[in-house]
């Protein structure tokens, strides 16, 4: 299994990339995901798209759906495909250290 | 004289695994107005969006209804003749079935977190989907670009579609 590392910790990644353990998930390793998926340097805007996927997820034991972060959030839809250009239905998961959305939305 | 059959070689018998590529384009085609035809091209294309993947939708036919300011909003389930609704057709042809069975299944989508038809079409418009109407349709149905919802491109030709389409995987709907 893929193994991602970050300021000496790692963490094992499933075949698709996603965080395996979500409880593991450090800032450090959003900015290591986000590094290995091509973002780049994370803003404050992708922080507030994180800190809402965290907080949703850990209010309802799964991470939420596009349409969700965009009225919950207060990052527009547009923004969020400027935020992460190469899917951010699963790209604002994968940085969050979530698995991967079953919303389709 | 006698012809020799030889065998071929166990390695030119192996088809060689092809080689597995991400899909990176879709183009949907919707050709129908009613809710449960227009639904499933909006959401594969959406989907395919919040994945990276680039969608270009291409409304035709009865399709255009999906796109058009004034039944955007009045999609309609068909009651009769859709053996998937489980009830007789003569009870589905009573006034008044398909404004119920619509609006039961709107409620439904809503618990769902499924935005309604117009809100999909805007928000697949602010994820980079192209949306085009077909030239031919819109000429049969008497349409103008003025009765179309702003979100569409352009109204174009089966063959622009084509061309707009290069490398992509065609779905129709």
């Known amino acids: 299994m893929p193994v991602l590392e970050a300021k000496g910790t790692e963490v094992e990644l499933n075949d698709e990339g996603f965080m395996v353990d979500s409880s593991q998930w450090t800032p ?50 547009k923004e969020l495909y400027q935020l992460f250009p190469k899917g951010p239905g699963k790209l604002a998961a994968k940085v969050s250290g979530l698995p991967k959305p079953k919303a389709c939305i | 004289m ?14 060689p695994t092809p080689a597995r590529t991400p899909i990176e384009h879709v183009s949907v085609i919707v050709s129908k107005g009613t809710l449960d035809m227009a639904y499933p091209g909006l959401i594969l294309a959406n989907a395919a969006r919040m994945s990276g993947i680039d969608a270009t ?22 009651t009769v003749g859709n053996p998937s609704m ?10 008044g079935m398909e404004s119920v069975a619509s609006e039961v299944m709107k ?9 309604p038809v117009r809100e999909m079409i805007e928000i697949l418009y602010d994820s980079g989907a192209k949306l085009y109407a077909c030239q031919m349709a819109m000429d049969m149905f008497k349409r103008t670009r003025e009765d179309l919802v702003p979100q569409v491109e ?4 089966a063959m622009d579609f ?8 065609v779905l129709f709907i």
């Open chain 1, 28 to 77: 450090e390793l959003a900015e290591a995901l986000a590094e290995k998926e091509g973002i780049g340097a994370l803003t404050e805007r992708h922080w507030k798209v994180i800190t809402f996927c965290r907080e949703d997820a850990a209010q309802n034991g799964q991470p939420p759906g596009l349409r969700r972060i965009s009225k919950l959030s207060g990052v527009p839809t």
């Open chain 2, 2 to 15: 006698s012809t020799q059959i030889t065998e071929p070689r166990a390695e030119e018998n192996v088809a």
């Open chain 2, 57 to 78: 939708l291409f409304f035709t036919f009865w399709g255009l209804d999906v796109i058009t300011k004034k039944s955007i909003d009045h999609l309609h389930v068909a």
């Open chain 2, 86 to 95: 489980h009830i007789p057709t003569m009870l589905g042809g009573l006034p």
């Open chain 2, 107 to 115: 409620k439904q989508m809503e618990k769902l977190d499924i935005p």
């Open chain 2, 154 to 157: 352009d109204v174009i030709s």
């Open chain 2, 162 to 169: 084509f061309d707009k389409s290069e490398g992509a995987q």
